[in-house]
């Protein structure tokens, strides 16, 4: 992974002491709240309800064990022993004290970490594939442009303050799991005619309060281009963005009113002052940031191990955890792990710093001491021999890390929603708690098969339910809390976004909600029918009506 | 005590100077009916939009003589009774961050022939503030004074000076003095800049 040179350190270590000097500025009442607040927020500090959240940047979820260790002593210093992974691959802190987060900045900074741009009116953290670099199906690894990219973002001077957040996914495969469609930019990756590195630029998708896929603005984007023409895209942004109304102010908003076209006749008009400007991407840069993502230093190794085989015959829990939880690998004799953040009756994405050393511990030993985060909230050990999966299943399992649900139902993505973030409607996770006891039968999660299933606390959507095959939304009703469904969302190429079925529910309801779903889906679904696959097939009026039937004869929702 | 900082021309240190400039501003509009937009006050005003009325423009006292920041509406209406003194150098003109750059080229062909342009922020969290200046100064070529003037505060000054500015008249409830130090937050930037290049080209990293 990326190594901090003397630049990147000086820069971490810099605004470790600009932070500082604000941080005792704010304190001693020489800046006002609202002066403050894009400072903290750029710094990833929210103010909550119970205690100000950190967001750690995760830059495209890579991390090495050093970096976890640290992230792992540091929640159980400054906070209460545990952290949370959200949906953008970063690592939250919920109880941290803002008097201490200067010190928690240091610390970070000792491991090239640090919490810039994970919140506020600017670019934020670029998210990728956790597969990134090992996918069978990957064609370009994107590694190396994000963190030129970062690079570029970070401090930027003219994108400092946006009309409203800006967020960057990279991807480079032939199935999208960075949800590239999703994001104010989407940039994905792959091969052109001449057989060199070319992008397909996506502009304006987001989630959120207005769901909209984004746009192919540009087909062919020759790779020393992407910061110049990012650049061009975002000053476009910049200066019409709808500053006047917060929730018109993402880019989505603004190509949608200029349309298309219009949008990209204005950033080819900037993009030529541009194009062969001091932006372009040298080779030289190139090499120099993409010998740090060079292939591990992998064994020669058969593609099959009879231990392995062995155990899986001779020992079904270990098999159904190598079923869920190890994917392919582009290297002969490897696969990548998932640690399951999703033991069921557990906040989905939480770790406690015990589990983070153990964690930090399975990679030292078997995957490169590296490890990624992943937008489905949960580690990846991206290089692990097949000879040592039962090792790492043993280890895992008696740190409660090997929950064997990875794609299925109870591997929900959930906001921190009510329990945490002041901006929720309603707690999603003890909807998520109560889902996942609800299904707590591993036969019957198998027999349902490969389904999503989101849950946001609010319409600010950071579970993604817009996209989950279930959609979960916290509503507010007159000062209480409700539940809105939807069915048919969709990540990767063919994204979509869900319908909502009807009235909303309450906390109790929900997980019975979810089994009328589930139990439509097992009468309806035809042979190897993945959930989504019904519901496209036919339609969601099925649905509906099978969970509203029940609700007729009992008690009636708003 | 002036609360202007100013970089110096010859070797880019800054310094606090006395401002030589007295600014115009116009009249309050009548009554200002307060927008909102979504149950929300809106705070800021979209790029395109009207600056000030007709009424205000007319009725806005111009000092007789000394040099003038006059706000490009203001110059649009009154360039008649302003021309001798724009020729004698006394005349710069402010933008307002959601006026744009083209307006003002289409007013003068050469900027250079002002001997400043100030652009005013109403709230400090308008970054487009930003791209104002690097437009003036990459596409236009304008090189004299560039001045930012309004909410400005010293936690972004870091980012107007790379974005072209080389004058910021600081809010006046804050001091500049301590505002300096905040020019010079980062060494060694990552990307480029007005008048800078990505650091990748600037040093060699390898
Ligand atoms: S979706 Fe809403 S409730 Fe959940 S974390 Fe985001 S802002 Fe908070």
């Known amino acids: 992974m990326y190594k901090y040179d003397k630049i990147d350190q000086q820069i971490v270590n810099e605004r470790v002491a600009q932070y500082r000097d604000q941080t005792r500025r704010y304190l001693g009442g020489e800046l006002t709240d609202e002066e403050f607040r894009p400072l903290r927020l750029q710094n990833g500090l929210y103010i909550q309800r119970h205690a100000p959240m950190l967001r750690i940047a995760v830059p495209y979820g890579l991390m090495s064990s050093t970096q976890l260790r640290k992230l792992g002593e540091i929640a159980k210093r400054y906070d209460r022993g545990y952290g949370h992974f959200s949906t953008r691959q970063n690592l939250q802190l919920n109880w941290p004290k803002l008097e201490d987060v200067p010190e928690i900045l240091a610390a970070l900074a000792t491991v090239e970490m640090h919490a810039i741009q994970t919140s506020g009116n600017c670019i934020r953290n670029i998210t990728t594939d956790q597969f990134a670099g090992i996918a069978p199906d990957e064609i370009i690894d994107p590694r190396a442009i994000a963190e030129i990219m970062r690079q570029w973002s970070t401090f930027h001077p003219e994108f400092a303050l946006l009309p409203r957040k800006f967020k960057i996914a990279v991807s480079g495969t032939t199935q999208d799991r960075a949800i590239v469609q999703a994001h104010d930019i989407g940039l994905e990756f792959y091969k052109d005619a001449q057989n060199q590195m070319a992008i397909k630029v996506w502009v304006g998708g987001g989630l959120g309060r207005t769901p909209i896929l984004g746009t192919v603005i540009r087909e062919h984007l020759e790779w020393q281009h992407a910061l110049s023409y990012c650049e061009a895209v975002i000053r476009v942004y910049n200066i019409h963005g709808r500053r006047d109304n917060a929730y018109k102010a993402r880019i989505k908003i603004l190509v949608k009113a200029l349309g298309i076209e219009e949008f990209r006749r204005q950033v080819d008009e900037e993009w030529t002052h541009l194009k062969e400007g001091a932006l372009t991407i040298t080779q030289a840069e190139l090499d120099r940031v993409a010998q740090y993502f060079e292939p591990m230093p992998y064994e020669t190794l058969p593609a099959h191990d009879a231990s392995f085989d062995t155990a899986v015959a001779s020992n079904p829990a270990f098999a159904a955890w190598a079923k869920r939880c190890v994917h392919g690998h582009r290297v002969p004799g490897y696969r990548a792990v998932t640690i399951s953040l999703k033991p069921h009756g557990k906040a989905p994405g939480d770790i406690t710093s015990e589990q983070m050393q153990v964690v930090a511990d399975l990679a030292d030993a078997y995957s490169f001491g590296e490890l990624r985060s992943s937008h489905e909230q949960n580690l990846i050990l991206a290089d692990v021999k097949l000879s040592d999966l039962f090792a790492v299943w043993e280890k895992a399992r008696a740190a409660d890390l090997a929950t064997p649900n990875i794609g299925l139902l109870t591997d929900i993505i959930c906001c921190p929603g009510g329990d945490f973030c002041s901006l929720a409607n309603a707690k999603s996770i003890p909807i998520a708690e109560a889902i996942q006891m609800q299904f707590d039968n591993l036969d019957y999660l198998y027999e349902i098969g490969d389904i999503e299933l989101n849950i946001s606390g609010c319409m600010n959507a950071c579970g993604h339910h817009h996209v989950g095959h279930i959609g979960i939304l916290g509503v507010d009703k007159d000062g209480s809390e409700w539940y809105q469904v939807t069915v048919g969302g969709k990540q990767g190429n063919d994204a979509s976004i869900g319908s909502a079925i009807g009235p909303s529910f309450s906390a109790e309801e929900m997980p019975g909600v979810v089994q009328r779903l589930i139990e439509v889906y097992l009468q309806q679904r035809s042979d190897e029918e993945r959930f989504i696959d019904t519901v496209r097939r036919i339609g969601v009026a099925p649905f509906k009506a099978h969970v509203y039937a029940e609700q007729k004869e009992g008690a009636s929702a708003s | ?206």
């Open chain 2, 1 to 206: 005590m002036s609360n202007l900082i100013q970089l110096n021309a010859a070797n880019g240190v800054a310094e606090i100077v006395q401002d030589a400039w007295t600014r115009v501003i116009p009249p309050a509009a009548g009554e200002e009916s307060v927008r909102k937009q979504a149950g929300k006050v809106v705070l800021f005003k979209l790029t395109g939009e009207q600056t000030y009325t007709p009424e205000q423009v007319a009725n806005t006292t111009i000092p007789a003589s000394g040099k003038i920041l006059v706000p490009l509406t203001v110059w649009q209406a009154r360039k008649a009774e302003l021309q001798t003194r724009m020729q004698a150098g006394e005349v710069g003109i402010v933008l307002a961050t959601h006026e744009t750059a083209e307006a003002l080229k289409a007013e003068f062909n050469d900027l250079n022939s002002l001997p400043i342009i100030a652009i005013y922020v109403e709230r400090f969290a308008d970054g487009r503030i930003f791209t104002l200046g690097n437009w003036l100064r990459t596409r236009y070529g304008y090189t004299n004074e560039l001045r930012a003037i309004g909410d400005v505060l010293r936690d972004q000054l870091f980012f107007h000076k790379r974005a072209g500015f080389n004058s910021f008249l600081i809010r006046a409830d804050r001091s500049a003095q301590d505002a300096i130090a905040s020019l010079n937050d980062f060494s060694q930037p990552y990307q480029g800049a007005v008048n800078d290049v990505p650091v990748w080209r600037r040093m060699n990293r390898a």
